[in-house]
């Protein structure tokens, strides 16, 4: 931040920084939204797509789906199955309520905290019959990987664009690409706030 205001270019933290020259904004409050930005925008889908492709490695015949197909709407589907299944920020979210409202017969009363496992929503046999099997075919629309409600993520259009790009383009273009170590020797991101893996060696 201190660089794009002692130097500004044509770039969205030059137009973060103007912001805080206008006063508008504290220095800490724009370095925060960078932050936000850095981890929301590239942990999310780098995750998604070294992930993505293990559990497309896992399930062979998932893979050849999309491997074999140039069908858009295959593919945007399978992104969507892919977000759905794997769920990837974890941690649930959490809203405060402002009006008592009665869910399930479950009263949550004006200004108690509530966490909701999109996780756990994301696996409801009501919605997603089976919900465990990967199921690239499946309709994942419902799904709520990019949380729900006035906050749900700012960049979901990006990242199914992102998202889409890869899958439709990578196992075509490397139609032999697999795992070069056992499931068990990959390490995972139990620690994280966004769930993937640190690395996931392959071969081709
Ligand atoms: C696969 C990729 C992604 C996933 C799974 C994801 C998921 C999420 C989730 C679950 C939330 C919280 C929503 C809520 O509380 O209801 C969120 C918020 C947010 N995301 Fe993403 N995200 C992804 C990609 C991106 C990208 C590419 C960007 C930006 C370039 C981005 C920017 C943001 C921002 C700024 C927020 C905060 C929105 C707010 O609080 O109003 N995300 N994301």
Same mark, same amino acid.
């Given at each position: 931040?201190?660089?794009?205001?002692?130097?500004?270019?044509?770039?969205?933290?030059?137009?973060?920084?103007?912001?805080?020259?206008?006063?508008?904004?504290?220095?800490?409050?724009?370095?925060?939204?960078? /932050?936000?930005?850095?981890?929301?925008?590239?942990?999310?889908?780098?995750?998604?797509?070294?992930?993505?492709?293990?559990?497309?490695?896992?399930?062979?015949?998932?893979?050849?789906?999309?491997?074999?197909?140039?069908?858009?709407?295959?593919?945007?589907?399978?992104?969507?199955?892919?977000?759905?299944?794997? $769920?990837?920020?974890?941690? %649930?979210?959490?809203? /405060? #309520?402002?009006?008592?409202?009665?869910?399930?017969?479950?009263?949550?009363?004006? %200004?108690?905290?509530?966490?909701?496992? $999109?996780?756990?929503? $994301?696996?409801?046999?009501?919605?997603?019959?089976?919900?465990?099997?990967?199921?690239?075919?499946?309709?994942?629309?419902?799904?709520?990987?990019?949380?729900?409600?006035?906050?749900?993520?700012?960049?979901?259009?990006?990242?199914?664009?992102?998202?889409?790009?890869?899958?439709?383009?990578?196992?075509?273009?490397?139609?032999?690409?697999?795992? #070069?170590?056992?499931?068990?020797?990959?390490?995972?991101?139990?620690?994280?706030? /966004?769930?993937?893996?640190?690395?996931?060696? /392959?071969?081709?």
């Amino acid at each position: 931040m201190a660089e794009k205001l002692a130097d500004p270019a044509d770039d969205l933290l030059s137009k973060v920084a103007a912001r805080v020259r206008d006063g508008e904004l504290t220095r800490q409050e724009a370095a925060q939204m960078g /932050v936000l930005l850095l981890i929301a925008g590239h942990e999310t889908t780098a995750n998604m797509i070294a992930l993505g492709t293990l559990a497309l490695l896992q399930n062979p015949a998932q893979l050849a789906l999309l491997r074999d197909s140039d069908d858009p709407k295959l593919v945007a589907g399978a992104a969507e199955e892919l977000l759905r299944y794997l $769920n990837i920020t974890h941690s %649930g979210r959490r809203r /405060v #309520a402002l009006e008592d409202v009665e869910i399930a017969g479950q009263v949550i009363r004006a %200004g108690e905290g509530i966490i909701m496992p $999109n996780d756990i929503g $994301n696996r409801d046999p009501d919605v997603f019959p089976d919900p465990d099997r990967l199921d690239v075919r499946r309709d994942a629309r419902r799904h709520v990987a990019f949380g729900f409600g006035v906050h749900q993520c700012l960049g979901q259009p990006l990242a199914r664009v992102e998202l889409q790009v890869v899958y439709g383009t990578l196992y075509r273009r490397i139609p032999t690409l697999a795992a #070069a170590v056992p499931i068990e020797e990959i390490p995972f991101k139990h620690d994280g706030q /966004v769930y993937g893996v640190y690395e996931l060696p /392959v071969t081709w």
